[in-house]
């Protein structure tokens, strides 16, 4: 079993940053990790993924060249430097873990953690 702890949520200005943190135990080897969001009445959308590696990352175009992911396997923790804030990227978010390659898809991912709130003011 694998369980997800995400942290580093919070409230900031537009234009601001802020770093959230995964960590994971249990069964994580060769496990691919994703962030995923979703804003009060809409579906969770994909951020961004990252393989087991760290050597191959994915993400939406919303956050392109804004947010950055990455891993420290020793730590068993996925990271995301979110800057440049807007308020359109005021949502909860959710790590995800799974052995996928189809990293964009919310349901080939196994396991998810209970989310942290983001919230950016304008």
């Known amino acids: 079993q694998v369980q997800l702890v995400e942290s580093g949520g919070g409230l900031v200005q537009a234009g601001g940053s802020l770093r959230l943190s995964c960590a994971a135990s249990?069964?994580?080897?060769?496990?691919?990790m994703g962030w995923f969001r979703q804003a009060p009445g809409k579906e969770r959308e994909f951020v961004a993924a990252?393989?087991?590696?760290?050597?191959?990352?994915y993400y939406a175009d919303s956050v392109k060249g804004r947010f950055t992911i990455s891993r420290d396997n020793a730590k068993n923790t996925v990271y995301l430097q979110m800057n440049s804030l807007k308020p359109e990227d005021t949502a909860v978010y959710y790590c995800?873990?799974?052995?996928?390659?189809?990293?964009?898809?919310?349901?080939?991912?196994?396991?998810w953690g209970q989310g942290t709130q983001v919230t950016v003011s304008s």
């Open positions: 990252i393989s087991w590696s760290g050597g191959s990352t």
């Open positions: 995800a873990g799974g052995w996928t390659t189809r990293w964009g898809n919310p349901r080939t991912y196994d396991y």
């Open positions: 249990g069964r994580t080897f060769s496990m691919s």
